[in-house]
């Protein structure tokens, strides 16, 4: 059973810094996607970045040169340092792993990140 874990979440204020990270255990295959989202209070789940197994990066326009993702596929671990952040960032963070050849997705329960302002 594939399972995912956040950790890193909290409270900061505008303009500090926090580091997400996420572990996935169980079996899966090696050519995947992984990547954080977030859901605002009373908005829908948005994509904040992702990763692919080889190195490929996508980023929000409203995080970009502020986030940065990264991945270890040897301990099937993704991240993201979250720089400069706005009280507009203020969210639950969710990890995804979306499975390249069956499209299949899987969650994390998601860490609440809220920058004071």
């Known amino acids: 059973q594939v399972q995912l874990v956040e950790s890193g979440g909290g409270l900061v204020q505008a303009g500090g810094s926090l580091r997400l990270s996420c572990a996935v255990s169980?079996?899966?295959?090696?050519?995947?996607?992984m990547g954080w989202y977030r859901q605002a209070p009373g908005k829908q789940r948005e994509l904040v970045a992702t990763?692919?197994?080889?190195?490929?990066?996508n980023y929000a326009d409203s995080v970009k040169g502020r986030f940065t993702i990264s991945r270890d596929n040897a301990k099937k671990m993704v991240s993201m340092q979250m720089n400069s952040l706005k009280p507009e960032d203020t969210a639950v963070y969710y990890c995804n792993l979306r499975i390249t050849f069956n499209g299949v997705n899987y969650w994390g329960k998601g860490t609440l990140v809220t920058v004071s302002s």
């Open positions: 169980g079996s899966i295959s090696s050519i995947n996607v």
């Open positions: 990763m692919t197994s080889t190195g490929s990066t």
